[in-house]
C-alpha cells in the first residue's frame, strides 16, 4: 500500500538532518570523521533538492462510510444518502466512492 508525504515536511527533515551533519562535523576530530560528517551533509543536502522536482502523486483523501438499512431493507450510503438495492452491495458507494468500512455507530 503506497503512503504519501507532504513535500514541505519532507524537505524540512532533510534541512534538519544537513544541520544536525554540520554540528557533527563541528565537533569531528581528525581528517576520516570529518570525510564521513561531511558526505552524510552533501547526501542530506541531495535528498532535499530531490524532494523539490519529485512529481506530487494525484492523491485525495479517503472518505468512510457504511450501509445504513432503512425501510424495506433498502441500503443507503451513511456519507451521500444514496439508495442501493441490496445485491448491489459493494466495499466503495457508487454514488460518492465513500470506502464502507467504518464501524456502524448507533
Known amino acids: 500500500m503506497a503512503e504519501y508525504i507532504e513535500r514541505e515536511q519532507a524537505i524540512k527533515c532533510a534541512e534538519k538532518s544537513y544541520k544536525m551533519w554540520n554540528l557533527t562535523m563541528a565537533a569531528a576530530e581528525g581528517a576520516r570523521e570529518i570525510n564521513k560528517c561531511y558526505k552524510m551533509q552533501e547526501i542530506c543536502k541531495a535528498i532535499g533538492e530531490t524532494f523539490k522536482i519529485v512529481p506530487a502523486a494525484d492523491v485525495a483523501p479517503v472518505v468512510h462510510g457504511h450501509w445504513v438499512y432503512g ?3 433498502i441500503p443507503h450510503c451513511s456519507e451521500c444518502g ?3 438495492m441490496p445485491n448491489m452491495i459493494s466495499p466503495y458507494c457508487p454514488n ?3 470506502k464502507m468500512d467504518e464501524e456502524e455507530t448507533t
Do not use: T
Request: charged share 35%; aromatic share 12%.
Open 82 to 84: 444514496n439508495d442501493v
Open 71 to 73: 425501510e424495506f431493507d
Open 96 to 98: 460518492c466512492g465513500a
